[in-house]
């Protein structure tokens, strides 16, 4: 069995979240959602919990952080294009996100990033695969 990861953010309001996250493609899992929590998928090894602060707090004896002022972790996700990048910073965007850094363009790699309703930070890549095969 594949490795799996659990990414868990703490939100502020849980059905802002699903809405903007809604808008960019990804769905949810209702097994793991209910007040306080929800299960995004991004892929079949790959899941965001999104919890209410109150709760996610109850994981941690730290304070948590507020992302809007703080990074805490950049969520890097690959893309099959450089049009992909574009598309999901946009829709990220439309849904209320914005983009605290410009394209990155190496040739190779292309990549660009928006920032949720949270502040949380989020990167999407798109790497050659030519250039990878040849490492």
Known sequence: MATQIFVNLPVKDLNKSIEFFTQLGYTFNP??????????????????????????????????????????????????????VDALVSKAVAAGGTTPNEKQDQGFMYGHGFQDLDGHLWEIMYMDPSAVNQG
């Open 31 to 84: 097994q793991f959602t209910d007040e306080n929590a929800t299960c995004m998928v991004i892929s079949d090894t790959i899941y965001v919990m999104l919890l209410v602060e109150p709760f996610f707090k109850t994981f941690t004896k730290k304070e948590i952080a507020d992302a809007t002022q703080t990074t805490e972790a950049i969520i890097c996700l690959s893309a099959d294009s450089r049009e992909e």
